[in-house]
């Protein structure tokens, strides 16, 4: 089968071990195409012999088995950064300190947010006020939702 | 109301869980403030709800985003509703402190007993 390949801009290319490091994680269901069963990844070029004050390679690509499931991998990447955007830059003002410790769901596609004690009763706040989206969860005053001390493989 | 527990040949503190269509050892961890994680292969025995996606820091500061779902169990005489983490890179079970908000945990470490007690 023939690959797709998007080219990312070299402006891009500092982003890419953080953005390799979560499509790695991504639940197989939003890396892998539905379609055709491949994974989408990010594939940099050789490395520059002489990179100075610039970019380690020439060039760096999306690559996947097709458009579809390249634009679904960027799109989710996308909507999970903006989710982290909105609370960096709107929620976080208005739910800290008073929820500290809670639990806010954001809705992917709108951006509406709901606070519980944690996942469950954020999600169920979601939906009963009629939001069907999917949901991104975040700790309130946290950049992550949970963290986990002890080293484990 | 009391859950016993036992310590595992790596000398964790392990409780056995009845997840409903199946069973499983979990770790008891403090060191993780959720619910349940559970590996992939235990996650697809179960009556899992989706609830959403979630970003954790693991312990080698790797950001991971992971499905939550939630199932319903028995808890201490209580049917409760849980949170349950499933990701390719958690390949172990883990019960949260999350889980253990309302309870007594007791690890004694020399009579080589694990206890989780309603409080």
Redesign the interface.
């Known amino acids: 089968m023939t690959r797709v390949r998007r080219p990312i801009a070299s402006s891009d290319f500092t982003a890419i071990p953080r953005t390799k490091q979560i499509i790695e994680t991504l639940p197989d269901m939003l890396r892998i195409c539905p379609r055709h069963g491949e994974e989408v990844t990010i594939r940099e070029g050789e490395l520059l012999p002489k990179q100075g004050g610039g970019v380690p390679f020439a060039e760096a690509n999306w690559e996947g088995c097709c458009d579809g499931a390249i634009d679904g991998v960027m799109e989710i990447l996308g909507l999970i950064d903006r989710a982290k955007q909105t609370y960096r830059d709107e929620l976080a003002r208005e739910l800290e300190p008073e929820h500290i410790g809670e639990m806010v769901a954001i809705e992917l596609d709108t951006g509406d947010y709901f606070v519980g004690a944690d996942e469950i009763d954020a999600a169920d706040k979601a939906r009963a006020a009629g939001h069907e989206g999917s949901l991104y969860f975040l700790r309130v005053g946290s950049p992550y939702a949970h963290r986990m001390v002890t080293p484990r493989q | 109301m009391q859950i016993d527990g036992y310590f595992n040949a790596q000398n964790e503190p392990v409780i056995r869980l009845d997840l409903g269509l199946a069973s499983t050892d979990v770790l008891v961890?403090t060191?993780?403030?959720?619910?349940l994680t559970l590996p992939s292969q235990v996650a697809n025995q179960l009556d899992l709800t989706y609830?959403?996606?979630?970003?954790?820091?693991?312990?080698?500061e790797?950001?991971?985003?992971?499905?939550?779902y939630?199932i319903e169990l028995d808890w201490l005489g209580k049917r409760v509703?849980?949170?349950v983490?499933?990701?390719?890179?958690i390949?172990?079970a883990?019960l949260?402190s999350?889980m253990l908000k309302d309870c007594r945990l007791i690890i004694d470490y020399g009579e080589r007993t694990v206890t989780i007690i309603a409080s």
Request: aromatic residues 8%; charged residues 20%; without cysteine.
């Open positions: 961890d060191g993780f403030d959720g619910g609830v959403g996606l979630e970003g954790f820091i693991s312990a080698f790797e950001t991971i985003v992971a499905k939550t939630s509703r849980v949170s983490i499933v990701s390719p890179r390949n172990q883990l949260g999350h």
